[in-house]
C-alpha cells in the first residue's frame, strides 16, 4: 500500500505562487508515475500536470507556462510549482501515484483570490 501526504496549499492572491508537495511511501516511487490532478466544488476531478518515470511531464492546456511539475528521487517527492495563479486554479488538488494500480492522496486545498 503506498501512502501519499500533500502539502503546500493555501490561501493566495490571483498572481501570486504556491508550491505543492507530495511524499509517497515505498521503495518503487522511481518507477512510478506522478500526477496533480485537482477538483472545483461542483465539478469532475481534472488532470493538471503528469510525470513519468524518466521525467517526462505533460500539462492541461490551462496550466501550461504557468505551472510545473517535478520530482525528486531521493526523497520519493513530487512537486508542483504553481505561479500567476488565477481564481479558476481555486480547487482541492490531489497528489497521484501509477504504477499498475492508482493511488491518491488526501488532497490540499488552494484558494486564489481575486
Known amino acids: 500500500q503506498v501512502q501519499l501526504v500533500e502539502s503546500g496549499g493555501g490561501l493566495v492572491q490571483a498572481g501570486g505562487s504556491l508550491r505543492l508537495s507530495c511524499a509517497a511511501s515505498g521503495s518503487l516511487f522511481s518507477r512510478a508515475a506522478m500526477g496533480w490532478y485537482r477538483q472545483a466544488p461542483g465539478k469532475q476531478r481534472e488532470l493538471v500536470a503528469t510525470?513519468?518515470?524518466?521525467?517526462?511531464?505533460n500539462y492541461a492546456n490551462s496550466v501550461k507556462g504557468r505551472f510545473t511539475i517535478s520530482r525528486e528521487y531521493a526523497k520519493n517527492s513530487v512537486y508542483l510549482q504553481m505561479n500567476s495563479l488565477k481564481p479558476e486554479d481555486t480547487a482541492v488538488y490531489y497528489c497521484n501515484y501509477r504504477l499498475g494500480n492508482d493511488y491518491w492522496g488526501q488532497g490540499t486545498q488552494v484558494i486564489v483570490s481575486s
Open positions: 510525470i513519468t518515470y524518466g521525467g517526462s511531464t
